[in-house]
């Protein structure tokens, strides 16, 4: 069955930088986009970045753009999201989800997240 | 940017029939998608492409969308159904996708 898990939160400083990983299984990754998805706690979902399939197109929030990278390795199965100059409003749990196809820019599957929080 | 509104917080009594609304500028032109969080986990869909529900889903759970309202509906609520629940959207314009606040729904 379909595996997204997460890895890669923890607390850290305000300004720095934290890599978030999503390791797949239970499908062909290489043939569908992944999305990134994050909630504040005890607040609603926020969209972070989407990536397509062979990774040509990548879609980032407005909160996060210039800050986040997102990047897919398909040898491995894995999704990364390159988190810089992070401020306390990043805070949050983190989901990785996976579109149900290539670019339906709906989350079929999530995984259970990662917290991430950032405070000095 | 497209807004999505949901209503906070809807309440039903079991066995009856669940209603959350999602508002947007002509959201019946676009796809709509529904998620369930039951708290401490991960969101689930529920809902997709208006009114699809994926495989494992009850057929309690139906959706519908025009003109400027999206629409879930759970028939024969029970205690399991209750949970926040989120629509979705993919805005192309901006390249973004777009959620609703968010409803929490109570079975009482």
């Known amino acids: 069955q379909v595996q997204l898990v997460e890895s890669g939160g923890g607390v850290v400083q305000p300004g720095r930088s934290l890599r978030l990983s999503c390791t797949a299984s239970g499908f062909s990754f290489s043939n569908f986009g992944m999305h990134w998805v994050r909630q504040t706690p005890g607040k609603g979902l926020e969209w972070v970045a989407f990536i397509s399939d062979d990774g040509t197109k990548r879609y980032y929030a407005d909160s996060v753009k210039g800050r986040f990278t997102l990047s897919r390795d398909n040898s491995k199965n894995t999704l990364s999201l390159q988190m810089n100059s992070l401020r306390a409003e990043d805070t949050a749990v983190f989901y990785c989800?996976?579109?149900?196809?290539?670019?339906?820019?709906?989350?079929?599957?999530w995984g259970q997240g990662t917290l991430v929080t950032v405070s000095s | 940017s497209y807004v999505l509104t949901q209503p906070p917080s809807v309440s039903v009594a079991s066995g009856k029939t669940a209603r959350i609304t999602c508002g947007g500028k002509n959201v019946g032109d676009i796809r709509v998608h529904w998620y369930q969080q039951r708290p401490g986990q991960a969101p689930i869909l529920v809902i997709y492409?208006?009114?699809d529900r994926p495989s494992g889903i009850p057929e309690r759970f139906s959706g519908s969308n025009s003109g400027n309202t999206a629409t879930l509906t759970i028939s024969r609520a029970e205690a399991g159904d209750e949970a926040d629940y989120y629509c979705q959207v993919w805005d192309k314009n901006s390249n973004h996708v777009v959620f609703g606040g968010g409803t929490k729904l109570t079975v009482l």
């Open positions: 492409y208006d009114d």
């Open positions: 989800a996976k579109d149900a196809l290539s670019e339906t820019y709906y989350f079929q599957y």
